[in-house]
């Protein structure tokens, strides 16, 4: 299992949302790059980026930004936020984003992410987020008639490879992830899983190990120092 340390982007500063809601941010540094060093530094072999101005406005707000950390990084870097269009993703690849993350465009337009996968295919990755069961949008603040099962189902149709799923009920709260969602997507379909919200602690990674899905993003547990990213992936990796 790969672990993926995260950053939040809202005005150019890094911060975390409880639960989603833009009202209960909390900053956790004014240096993204010294971050994005840090996470290198602990052994990071990904890094997560999430344009949060993009999420809500529909379109990248925080493109410099996240451009200028992907090219300091020298990781790979996953991004997601406001991407809805194709010169979105291009503008992302070019730049040296490793994976870009579409979310609202997936469950809005079909069409459109049946063919942004024929012309991108793996670079791509489709944002499972969801609460109380069903999908949500726009920046989490929309929700969708979809549950996440027929959601993920009709994404594996289309030829999705990854999904980043995050039960936004957990995100921000460190309450640990929602492994009963976790274990029935991954019999539901053949997808490689991300996990995202609510990871406190090295038990939390452990629990993530043992059902034996693809990745694990971490934010919050990282900034309040209640995980270490070094023993996390150390962890992983055993």
Sequence with gaps: M??????D???GKPVRLYQ????????VGDDAFLIARQFKAAGASYLHLVDLNGAKMGKPCNFALIQKIVAEIGIPVEVGGGIRTFSDIERYLQCGAKRII????????????KEALCRYGDRLAVGLDCKDGYVYGNGWLSASQTDYITFAK????LGVKTLIVTDISRDGTMQGPNLAMLKKLSKAVNIQLIASGGIRDLHHI????????????TGK??????????EAIEESEG
């Excluded at 790969?2 to 950053?7: G, V």
């Excluded at 579409?102 to 992410?113: D, Q, R, V």
């Excluded at 009709?154 to 149709?157: H, I, V």
């Excluded at 547990?221 to 070094?230: E, G, I, M, R, V």
């Design 206 to 217: 452990k629990q993530l190990c043992e059902l034996g899905i693809y990745g694990a993003i």
């Design 9 to 11: 982007l809202l005005d």
């Design 102 to 113: 579409l979310g609202t465009a997936a469950l809005e337009n079909p069409s459109f992410l």
């Design 2 to 7: 790969i672990i993926l340390p995260a950053m």
């Design 154 to 157: 009709e994404m594996e149709l």
């Design 20 to 27: 989603g809601d833009y009202k209960r941010k909390e900053s």
């Design 221 to 230: 547990a990282l900034y309040a120092n209640t995980l270490s990213l070094k």
